[in-house]
């Protein structure tokens, strides 16, 4: 079903309206240069996970793009859980997206209108399951995530995936399901959706964020493997180093956590690191009841 033909309502600068109504003009800035933000984030059991941190990183995203979303993080938190009640989502994906209008057209957008959107819908994994049973396969990209003095890296802005698109286009035609870019210094950087993890012996290895997203699941996962006494170390990972890796896998909103079999000439297996942290996040997106959790 093409994204623009769908039943269900997507809230729209203040309302919420019907899906196939929630247009914009083609002379929005936003549209041609990619003056625009967006989340990604997943609803369990009719709840929101980490609805905050996402709406508070839309609001800084934007603020690193230079323009200031008009609304509050308290807001966008309400406006999100009143679309998601609207569609009848219990479990799902939810994109707001903000962007500069049609006021100008130019480079410079002083006085653009922000906008901001909000679409939810059922997803249920953005890998297929049965790869993630034995882990997905990567390719290493040639283009590499550029330097913080080069883009505003730490934003999950839409300019920043054009990088990622064409990465994953070349690993889907090269019989690969993503790609894993490497830095602009040639360090192991991210997946086009997603944040990487490599177990060392009994320890997690994950590169510094310093110039991609620090995913709200990567943190997740970091406190999940503290929660089990495994050693985590954030730090610089060369290419050649994955040799000596014994485990790796993906974490993302989206990806959930995805256990990785091959990444370019490197291979892991999918062991009991990756399947207990697989474990640990679908328990903690879900939390149990207390009740539950206390048996
Ligand atoms: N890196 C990139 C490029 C991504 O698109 C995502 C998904 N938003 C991530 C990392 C992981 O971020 P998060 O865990 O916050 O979804």
Redesign the pocket.
């Known amino acids: 079903l093409p994204f623009d033909d769908r039943d269900g309502t997507i809230w729209f600068d203040g309302q919420l309206i019907p899906w196939r109504d929630a247009k914009l003009h083609v002379l929005s800035h936003g549209l041609h240069y990619a003056s625009a933000v967006f989340?990604?984030?997943r609803v369990y059991e009719g709840r929101i996970f980490?609805s905050t941190?996402?709406s508070a990183?839309l609001v800084r995203s934007a603020e690193l793009m230079d323009f200031k979303i008009p609304y509050s993080v308290e807001e966008i938190d309400r406006f999100k859980m009143e679309t998601v009640a609207a569609n009848g989502i219990v479990d799902g994906y939810i994109r707001p997206v903000a962007w500069r209008g049609s006021e100008m057209m130019g480079v410079s957008a002083q006085h653009n209108k922000i906008h901001l959107a909000i679409a939810t819908w059922v997803w249920p994994s953005y890998f297929a399951p049965e790869l993630r049973q034995k882990g997905i396969r990567l390719a290493i990209s040639d283009w590499r995530r550029p330097a913080p003095n080069t883009a505003p890296t730490a934003a999950?802005a839409a300019g920043?995936?054009m990088i990622?698109t064409l990465s994953k286009h070349k690993a889907e035609r090269d019989g690969y399901q993503d790609a894993l870019m490497l830095d602009y210094r040639g360090q192991v950087a991210?997946?086009?959706?997603?944040?990487i993890f490599f177990a060392f012996g009994d320890e997690l290895h994950t590169p510094t964020p310093d110039c991609?997203?620090?995913?709200?699941?990567?943190?997740?996962v970091i406190e999940l493997a503290k929660r089990r006494g495994i050693k985590v170390v954030e730090r610089a990972i060369m290419p050649e180093e994955m040799e000596k890796a014994e485990q790796c896998f993906l974490?993302?909103?989206?990806?959930e956590v995805t256990p990785v079999g091959e990444i370019g000439p490197y291979r892991f297996t999918v062991g009991d690191m990756v399947r207990n942290l697989m474990d640990d996040y679908s328990a903690e997106v879900r939390r149990a009841p207390a009740a539950k959790a206390a048996e």
């Open positions: 989340e990604g984030e980490k941190e996402h990183r999950k920043l995936y990622c991210e997946a086009t959706g997603a944040n991609f997203l620090d995913g709200i699941t990567r943190r997740t974490c993302g909103t989206a990806a």
